[in-house]
Protein backbone atom coordinates (compact mmCIF):
# COMPACT_ATOMS: atom_id res chain seq x y z
CA UNK A 1 0.00 0.00 0.00
CA UNK A 2 1.11 3.43 -0.87
CA UNK A 3 2.66 6.01 1.51
CA UNK A 4 1.75 9.68 0.72
CA UNK A 5 3.96 12.00 2.27
CA UNK A 6 2.72 14.97 2.72
CA UNK A 7 5.69 18.15 3.89
CA UNK A 8 4.83 20.86 5.77
CA UNK A 9 6.31 24.21 5.82
CA UNK A 10 6.80 26.20 8.26
CA UNK A 11 6.17 30.01 8.11
CA UNK A 12 9.68 31.28 9.14
CA UNK A 13 10.77 28.54 6.17
CA UNK A 14 9.09 30.83 3.62
CA UNK A 15 11.51 33.66 1.55
CA UNK A 16 10.02 36.89 2.12
CA UNK A 17 10.31 40.00 -0.95
CA UNK A 18 10.44 43.84 -0.70
CA UNK A 19 11.83 46.71 -1.14
CA UNK A 20 15.04 47.71 1.18
CA UNK A 21 14.89 51.22 2.42
CA UNK A 22 17.99 52.07 -0.27
CA UNK A 23 15.73 51.56 -2.68
CA UNK A 24 12.41 52.89 -1.42
CA UNK A 25 14.61 56.41 -0.65
CA UNK A 26 15.79 56.14 -4.96
CA UNK A 27 12.04 55.71 -6.17
CA UNK A 28 11.06 58.63 -3.77
CA UNK A 29 13.62 60.36 -5.38
CA UNK A 30 12.53 59.56 -8.80
CA UNK A 31 9.43 60.69 -7.93
CA UNK A 32 10.55 63.56 -6.67
CA UNK A 33 12.10 64.30 -9.64
CA UNK A 34 9.96 63.80 -11.49
CA UNK A 35 7.21 65.81 -9.98
CA UNK A 36 9.62 68.85 -10.30
CA UNK A 37 9.96 68.50 -13.75
CA UNK A 38 6.22 68.73 -14.33
CA UNK A 39 4.62 70.75 -12.21
CA UNK A 40 6.29 73.89 -14.00
CA UNK A 41 5.24 72.67 -17.22
CA UNK A 42 1.90 71.80 -15.80
CA UNK A 43 1.59 75.30 -14.78
CA UNK A 44 2.73 76.88 -17.69
CA UNK A 45 0.25 75.25 -19.62
CA UNK A 46 -2.10 76.51 -17.27
CA UNK A 47 -1.17 80.16 -17.14
CA UNK A 48 -1.10 79.54 -20.96
CA UNK A 49 -5.07 78.95 -21.25
CA UNK A 50 -5.45 81.83 -18.55
CA UNK A 51 -3.60 84.09 -20.59
CA UNK A 52 -5.59 82.96 -24.16
CA UNK A 53 -8.62 83.27 -22.77
CA UNK A 54 -7.76 86.70 -21.17
CA UNK A 55 -6.74 87.85 -24.85
CA UNK A 56 -10.27 86.36 -25.89
CA UNK A 57 -12.02 88.97 -23.41
CA UNK A 58 -9.82 91.85 -24.76
CA UNK A 59 -11.49 90.52 -28.46
CA UNK A 60 -14.94 90.31 -27.25
CA UNK A 61 -14.51 94.21 -25.65
CA UNK A 62 -12.80 95.06 -28.62
CA UNK A 63 -15.78 93.81 -30.89
CA UNK A 64 -18.72 95.16 -28.52
CA UNK A 65 -16.73 98.94 -29.15
CA UNK A 66 -17.25 98.73 -32.99
CA UNK A 67 -20.79 97.45 -32.41
CA UNK A 68 -21.92 99.91 -30.64
CA UNK A 69 -19.92 102.14 -32.73
CA UNK A 70 -22.49 100.82 -35.44
CA UNK A 71 -25.43 101.18 -33.61
CA UNK A 72 -25.19 104.56 -32.17
CA UNK A 73 -22.66 106.44 -34.95
CA UNK A 74 -20.22 106.95 -32.25
CA UNK A 75 -18.52 105.49 -29.36
CA UNK A 76 -19.47 105.38 -25.97
CA UNK A 77 -18.75 108.56 -23.76
CA UNK A 78 -17.15 108.19 -20.20
CA UNK A 79 -19.25 110.45 -18.74
CA UNK A 80 -19.37 112.69 -15.91
CA UNK A 81 -16.56 112.24 -13.83
CA UNK A 82 -17.29 110.06 -10.64
CA UNK A 83 -20.75 110.18 -10.87
CA UNK A 84 -21.75 108.30 -14.34
CA UNK A 85 -21.61 105.00 -15.86
CA UNK A 86 -18.49 103.77 -17.26
CA UNK A 87 -18.14 103.01 -20.59
CA UNK A 88 -17.96 99.12 -19.85
CA UNK A 89 -21.21 98.90 -18.64
CA UNK A 90 -22.94 100.93 -21.96
CA UNK A 91 -21.44 98.15 -23.69
CA UNK A 92 -23.63 94.96 -21.97
CA UNK A 93 -25.71 94.92 -24.49
CA UNK A 94 -22.72 94.13 -26.70
CA UNK A 95 -21.39 91.39 -24.66
CA UNK A 96 -23.85 89.24 -23.99
CA UNK A 97 -25.30 90.73 -21.03
CA UNK A 98 -28.75 92.01 -22.02
CA UNK A 99 -30.64 90.58 -19.56
CA UNK A 100 -28.28 92.67 -17.04
CA UNK A 101 -28.35 95.83 -19.05
CA UNK A 102 -32.16 95.92 -18.56
CA UNK A 103 -31.83 96.17 -14.84
CA UNK A 104 -30.09 99.60 -15.26
CA UNK A 105 -31.13 103.24 -16.76
CA UNK A 106 -28.39 105.48 -18.36
CA UNK A 107 -30.32 108.87 -18.03
CA UNK A 108 -30.21 108.78 -14.34
CA UNK A 109 -26.90 109.08 -12.18
CA UNK A 110 -25.01 105.73 -11.17
CA UNK A 111 -23.09 107.19 -8.03
CA UNK A 112 -23.30 109.99 -5.27
CA UNK A 113 -21.54 110.91 -2.25
CA UNK A 114 -18.50 113.26 -2.51
CA UNK A 115 -15.37 111.62 -3.45
CA UNK A 116 -14.17 110.05 -0.31
CA UNK A 117 -17.17 107.65 -0.29
CA UNK A 118 -19.01 107.07 -3.53
CA UNK A 119 -22.13 104.90 -2.75
CA UNK A 120 -24.19 103.37 -6.07
CA UNK A 121 -27.55 104.30 -6.77
CA UNK A 122 -29.73 102.16 -4.77
CA UNK A 123 -31.84 101.16 -7.91
CA UNK A 124 -28.59 99.58 -8.98
CA UNK A 125 -26.89 97.78 -6.15
CA UNK A 126 -28.37 94.12 -6.69
CA UNK A 127 -26.84 94.61 -10.40
CA UNK A 128 -23.66 96.03 -9.77
CA UNK A 129 -22.44 93.26 -7.37
CA UNK A 130 -22.88 90.59 -10.61
CA UNK A 131 -19.38 89.13 -11.53
CA UNK A 132 -19.33 88.98 -15.56
CA UNK A 133 -16.48 86.39 -16.60
CA UNK A 134 -15.28 88.50 -19.93
CA UNK A 135 -14.27 91.23 -17.55
CA UNK A 136 -12.16 89.21 -15.57
CA UNK A 137 -8.36 87.89 -16.45
CA UNK A 138 -8.40 84.50 -15.28
CA UNK A 139 -4.80 85.20 -13.95
CA UNK A 140 -5.89 87.66 -11.85
CA UNK A 141 -6.00 86.35 -8.27
CA UNK A 142 -8.24 89.44 -6.88
CA UNK A 143 -11.53 87.98 -5.67
CA UNK A 144 -14.65 88.60 -8.38
CA UNK A 145 -16.20 90.21 -6.07
CA UNK A 146 -15.17 92.60 -4.17
CA UNK A 147 -16.32 94.25 -0.77
CA UNK A 148 -16.37 98.34 -0.02
CA UNK A 149 -17.55 99.63 3.52
CA UNK A 150 -18.84 103.32 3.10
CA UNK A 151 -19.23 103.81 6.68
CA UNK A 152 -21.05 100.99 8.55
CA UNK A 153 -23.04 99.98 5.21
CA UNK A 154 -21.01 97.27 2.65
CA UNK A 155 -21.43 97.34 -0.97
CA UNK A 156 -20.55 94.68 -3.21
CA UNK A 157 -19.42 94.80 -6.50
CA UNK A 158 -17.96 93.15 -9.58
CA UNK A 159 -14.70 93.41 -10.35
CA UNK A 160 -13.21 94.82 -13.74
CA UNK A 161 -9.61 94.15 -15.89
CA UNK A 162 -10.36 95.91 -18.84
CA UNK A 163 -9.39 99.47 -19.09
CA UNK A 164 -11.24 101.68 -21.90
CA UNK A 165 -8.25 104.08 -23.37
CA UNK A 166 -8.76 108.07 -22.75
CA UNK A 167 -5.38 108.79 -24.63
CA UNK A 168 -1.59 109.08 -24.10
CA UNK A 169 -2.11 111.09 -20.80
CA UNK A 170 0.89 113.55 -22.06
CA UNK A 171 0.63 117.18 -22.24
CA UNK A 172 -2.23 117.80 -20.46
CA UNK A 173 -4.54 115.20 -21.94
CA UNK A 174 -4.73 113.77 -18.81
CA UNK A 175 -7.52 116.00 -17.88
CA UNK A 176 -10.15 114.04 -19.41
CA UNK A 177 -13.14 116.85 -18.64
CA UNK A 178 -11.81 118.07 -21.90
CA UNK A 179 -11.07 116.54 -25.39
CA UNK A 180 -8.36 114.13 -24.79
CA UNK A 181 -6.13 111.88 -27.97
CA UNK A 182 -8.16 109.01 -26.53
CA UNK A 183 -11.71 108.03 -27.98
CA UNK A 184 -13.49 108.57 -25.04
CA UNK A 185 -13.80 111.45 -22.14
CA UNK A 186 -16.40 113.06 -20.47
CA UNK A 187 -19.14 113.64 -22.68
CA UNK A 188 -17.22 112.21 -25.36
CA UNK A 189 -18.98 111.43 -28.69
CA UNK A 190 -16.02 109.97 -31.25
CA UNK A 191 -16.37 108.37 -34.33
CA UNK A 192 -13.60 105.92 -35.98
CA UNK A 193 -13.37 108.80 -38.56
CA UNK A 194 -11.58 110.66 -35.76
CA UNK A 195 -8.92 108.02 -35.70
CA UNK A 196 -6.07 109.62 -38.25
CA UNK A 197 -3.71 107.70 -36.86
CA UNK A 198 -6.05 104.80 -38.13
CA UNK A 199 -7.44 102.12 -35.70
CA UNK A 200 -5.31 99.22 -36.29
CA UNK A 201 -2.79 102.14 -34.92
CA UNK A 202 -4.27 102.70 -31.79
CA UNK A 203 -5.53 101.19 -28.56
CA UNK A 204 -8.90 101.09 -27.75
CA UNK A 205 -8.46 99.01 -24.09
CA UNK A 206 -5.88 97.45 -21.68
CA UNK A 207 -5.90 95.11 -18.98
CA UNK A 208 -4.93 95.95 -15.94
CA UNK A 209 -4.46 94.58 -12.42
CA UNK A 210 -7.13 95.04 -10.03
CA UNK A 211 -6.70 96.61 -6.51
CA UNK A 212 -7.14 94.45 -3.50
CA UNK A 213 -7.36 95.28 0.34
CA UNK A 214 -7.53 98.49 2.00
CA UNK A 215 -5.97 101.92 1.80
CA UNK A 216 -2.76 101.84 3.09
CA UNK A 217 0.12 104.35 4.28
CA UNK A 218 3.74 103.23 3.64
CA UNK A 219 6.87 104.84 4.60
CA UNK A 220 8.65 106.61 1.81
CA UNK A 221 10.52 104.13 -0.84
CA UNK A 222 8.63 101.46 0.56
CA UNK A 223 6.26 99.44 -1.86
CA UNK A 224 3.96 97.06 -2.11
CA UNK A 225 4.97 93.32 -3.85
CA UNK A 226 5.33 93.74 -7.72
CA UNK A 227 2.28 93.45 -9.38
CA UNK A 228 1.15 96.47 -7.55
CA UNK A 229 -2.73 95.36 -6.39
CA UNK A 230 -2.64 99.14 -5.31
CA UNK A 231 -2.58 102.48 -6.93
CA UNK A 232 -0.32 105.30 -5.38
CA UNK A 233 -2.31 108.65 -4.53
CA UNK A 234 -0.32 111.46 -5.74
CA UNK A 235 -2.91 114.00 -5.33
CA UNK A 236 -0.78 115.51 -2.68
CA UNK A 237 0.15 118.99 -4.19
CA UNK A 238 -2.27 119.13 -7.02
CA UNK A 239 -5.25 121.20 -7.15
CA UNK A 240 -8.86 119.40 -8.32
CA UNK A 241 -10.21 122.96 -9.53
CA UNK A 242 -11.42 122.96 -13.23
CA UNK A 243 -9.60 126.01 -15.13
CA UNK A 244 -9.64 128.14 -17.80
CA UNK A 245 -7.50 125.68 -19.74
CA UNK A 246 -7.18 121.98 -19.76
CA UNK A 247 -4.99 120.37 -16.89
CA UNK A 248 -4.22 119.92 -13.53
CA UNK A 249 -2.29 123.20 -11.45
CA UNK A 250 0.62 121.92 -9.63
CA UNK A 251 0.21 123.74 -5.57
CA UNK A 252 3.47 122.37 -4.12
CA UNK A 253 5.56 119.23 -3.83
CA UNK A 254 7.68 117.65 -6.86
CA UNK A 255 4.82 118.28 -9.17
CA UNK A 256 5.88 122.10 -9.62
CA UNK A 257 9.10 121.14 -11.59
CA UNK A 258 6.63 119.35 -14.39
CA UNK A 259 4.35 122.74 -15.12
CA UNK A 260 3.44 124.46 -18.54
CA UNK A 261 3.22 128.45 -18.35
CA UNK A 262 -0.02 128.07 -16.95
CA UNK A 263 1.07 126.24 -14.18
CA UNK A 264 -0.61 123.05 -15.31
CA UNK A 265 1.21 119.79 -14.74
CA UNK A 266 2.47 118.77 -18.21
CA UNK A 267 4.58 115.26 -18.75
CA UNK A 268 5.67 114.61 -15.36
CA UNK A 269 8.98 112.64 -15.13
CA UNK A 270 7.28 109.99 -12.07
CA UNK A 271 10.09 107.95 -12.00
CA UNK A 272 12.05 110.40 -10.55
CA UNK A 273 9.77 111.39 -7.12
CA UNK A 274 6.88 108.94 -7.12
CA UNK A 275 8.69 107.18 -4.59
CA UNK A 276 8.06 110.25 -2.44
CA UNK A 277 4.45 109.38 -1.75
CA UNK A 278 3.56 106.85 0.69
CA UNK A 279 -0.25 106.56 0.54
CA UNK A 280 -1.60 103.46 -1.16
CA UNK A 281 -5.72 102.79 -2.11
CA UNK A 282 -6.76 99.29 -2.53
CA UNK A 283 -9.82 97.52 -3.82
CA UNK A 284 -12.27 97.98 -0.80
CA UNK A 285 -11.26 102.30 -1.05
CA UNK A 286 -14.52 103.76 -0.19
CA UNK A 287 -13.43 106.76 -2.65
CA UNK A 288 -13.36 103.70 -5.47
CA UNK A 289 -9.54 104.75 -6.39
CA UNK A 290 -8.24 101.50 -6.37
CA UNK A 291 -7.87 99.77 -10.47
CA UNK A 292 -10.86 97.84 -11.44
CA UNK A 293 -13.09 97.62 -7.86
CA UNK A 294 -16.68 97.94 -9.93
CA UNK A 295 -17.39 97.39 -13.79
CA UNK A 296 -20.05 100.35 -13.42
CA UNK A 297 -18.21 103.12 -11.88
CA UNK A 298 -16.91 105.10 -14.68
CA UNK A 299 -14.27 107.15 -12.56
CA UNK A 300 -10.98 107.39 -14.67
CA UNK A 301 -8.83 105.40 -12.09
CA UNK A 302 -11.40 102.45 -11.74
CA UNK A 303 -12.28 101.72 -15.04
CA UNK A 304 -10.43 103.78 -17.69
CA UNK A 305 -6.19 103.79 -18.67
CA UNK A 306 -4.18 106.37 -20.54
CA UNK A 307 -0.62 105.17 -22.47
CA UNK A 308 1.26 107.48 -19.90
CA UNK A 309 3.50 104.25 -18.09
CA UNK A 310 4.90 100.99 -20.44
CA UNK A 311 3.48 97.61 -19.87
CA UNK A 312 4.05 96.49 -16.11
CA UNK A 313 5.98 99.46 -15.46
CA UNK A 314 7.82 100.01 -12.13
CA UNK A 315 6.39 103.05 -11.61
CA UNK A 316 2.97 102.02 -10.15
CA UNK A 317 -0.51 103.47 -11.20
CA UNK A 318 -0.62 107.03 -9.63
CA UNK A 319 -3.75 108.81 -9.58
CA UNK A 320 -4.21 112.49 -8.80
CA UNK A 321 -7.57 113.11 -7.87
CA UNK A 322 -9.97 112.15 -10.98
CA UNK A 323 -7.64 111.00 -12.95
CA UNK A 324 -3.92 109.93 -13.51
CA UNK A 325 -0.74 108.04 -15.44
CA UNK A 326 -1.71 105.04 -16.10
CA UNK A 327 -0.13 102.11 -18.19
CA UNK A 328 -1.39 98.28 -18.93
CA UNK A 329 -0.39 95.82 -16.42
CA UNK A 330 -1.09 91.95 -16.06
CA UNK A 331 0.02 88.77 -13.77
CA UNK A 332 0.99 87.06 -17.26
CA UNK A 333 4.69 86.91 -18.23
CA UNK A 334 6.73 89.67 -19.91
CA UNK A 335 3.38 91.90 -20.77
CA UNK A 336 -0.15 92.71 -21.14
CA UNK A 337 -2.65 92.60 -23.40
CA UNK A 338 -4.07 95.44 -25.31
CA UNK A 339 -7.40 95.74 -27.97
CA UNK A 340 -6.52 97.93 -30.67
CA UNK A 341 -9.50 99.84 -32.54
CA UNK A 342 -9.26 97.52 -35.42
CA UNK A 343 -10.53 94.94 -32.88
CA UNK A 344 -7.60 92.97 -33.19
CA UNK A 345 -5.77 91.82 -30.12
CA UNK A 346 -1.89 92.49 -29.78
CA UNK A 347 0.71 91.28 -26.10
CA UNK A 348 3.06 94.23 -25.44
CA UNK A 349 6.37 93.34 -24.14
CA UNK A 350 7.76 94.79 -20.73
CA UNK A 351 10.40 96.31 -22.33
CA UNK A 352 8.11 98.44 -24.82
CA UNK A 353 9.66 102.41 -24.40
CA UNK A 354 6.94 105.05 -23.01
CA UNK A 355 7.36 106.89 -26.57
CA UNK A 356 5.97 104.04 -28.37
CA UNK A 357 3.55 103.01 -25.67
CA UNK A 358 2.12 106.76 -25.44
CA UNK A 359 1.84 107.21 -29.61
CA UNK A 360 -0.33 103.89 -30.03
CA UNK A 361 -3.01 105.76 -26.78
CA UNK A 362 -3.20 108.53 -29.59
CA UNK A 363 -5.31 108.63 -31.96
CA UNK A 364 -4.52 111.80 -33.35
CA UNK A 365 -1.05 112.44 -32.72
CA UNK A 366 0.47 111.86 -36.08
CA UNK A 367 3.28 110.15 -34.48
CA UNK A 368 5.66 107.31 -36.85
CA UNK A 369 6.28 104.83 -34.42
CA UNK A 370 6.93 101.32 -36.15
CA UNK A 371 5.95 98.45 -33.31
CA UNK A 372 6.87 94.95 -32.89
CA UNK A 373 3.97 92.88 -31.27
Known amino acids: MNQVRVRYLSVSGLRRRGFTLVELLVVIAIIGVLVGLLLPAVQAAREAARRMQCSNNVKQMGLALQNYESAFKRLPMAGVVDVDFSVQARLLPYMEQSNLNNLLDFSIPAFSGPFNAKVPNPRFVEAFKMPIASFLCPSDPAPAVGRVMVGSTPYDYGGLNYMISFGSGTGTLYDLRWPTDGMV ?13 GVSNTVALSESVRSVGDDVTLAAGVTPKFPYQLTLNGSNGVSSALNAVQGLRATGGAWSGFVDGNGMI ?19 SPALRGRGISWAFGGSSNSLTN ?6 NAVPDVVTHFSGFFG ?9 HVGLLDGSVQYLSNSMDATAIRAIHSCNGGEVVSVEY
Open 307 to 312: GYLPPN
Open 266 to 284: RNPALEGFWQTFTQWRGGS
Open 185 to 197: FQNSARRFRDVVD
Open 328 to 336: PRSFHTGGA
